[in-house]
């Protein structure tokens, strides 16, 4: 069956780096969105990756490993207002309508 | 960047009654979602809809809940009647097309059934 597993929270120093992490399992892999939450709001689309290997995209930056069922999500220069629930969420092939099945988040707290 | 907006954004309503959710998608996206989320879990997929039909629901989609897009207007979930567990914050989401991964959230509705 399908899961994705994420940490539920993280504490990083302002100005230093981000590591949110992101497992999953699916019959039929066919790419994985992360997406940014605040409290009470929408969530945000950040990035999206189907191959392997690093996608820098400035401040985010994507990482996929297929073969291991893993993703991380890095923020560097992290700044107070980074402080957000970070969801992993991952498409199945077998998805006839074009379904993302979300992990629980991780809540990331940026501190001074 | 789009907006998908939802109305209301909280709504309180006694168990057994009907409750309708509204959602104005994207204007020109193709595929529309309804997502729940119980406080302090993940968003849990209920059902997409393109076309005019719905293509795909989850286990939580119970026979109570109905979705629809008349005229191309609102798209809109309805549960009737509603029960206890039904409390959660209800996401609406669009996206434009085949192979574009990219789902747009609304900012969701929170139901409350007494």
């Known amino acids: 069956g399908q899961g994705v597993e994420q940490p539920a929270k993280l504490m990083s120093v302002e100005g230093t780096f981000a590591r949110v992490n992101c497992t999953y399992s699916?019959?039929?892999?066919?790419?994985l969105s992360w997406y940014q939450q605040r409290e009470g709001q929408a969530p945000v689309f950040l990035s999206y990756?189907?191959?392997?290997g690093l996608k820098d995209s400035g401040h985010f930056s994507t990482f996929l490993s297929r073969s291991n069922g893993y993703s991380y999500l890095l923020l560097t220069e992290l700044q107070i207002k980074d402080s957000a629930s970070y969801l992993c969420a991952v498409r199945d092939r077998a998805s006839s309508g074009q379904k993302l099945v979300f992990g629980q988040g991780t809540i990331l707290k940026v501190y001074l | 960047g789009p907006k998908v907006l939802q109305i209301p954004s909280h709504q309180i309503i006694d168990m057994g009654q009907m409750v309708t959710l509204n959602c104005d998608p994207v204007?020109?996206?193709?595929?529309f979602y309804w997502y729940k989320q119980i406080l302090g879990q993940q968003m849990e997929f209920l059902v997409n809809f393109y076309n005019g039909k719905v293509m795909e629901k989850s286990k939580l989609f119970k026979d109570q809940f109905s979705v629809e897009r008349p005229d191309g207007s609102y798209f809109t979930l309805k549960i009737q009647p509603t029960a206890l567990e039904d409390s959660a914050v209800y996401f609406c989401?669009?996206?434009?097309?085949?192979?574009?991964?990219?789902?747009?959230f609304g900012a969701g509705t929170r139901l409350s059934v007494l």
């Open positions: 990756v189907v191959l392997d």
């Open positions: 699916t019959s039929g892999f066919n790419g």
């Open positions: 204007s020109n996206h193709l595929y």
């Open positions: 989401a669009s996206s434009p097309g085949q192979g574009r991964n990219t789902l747009y």
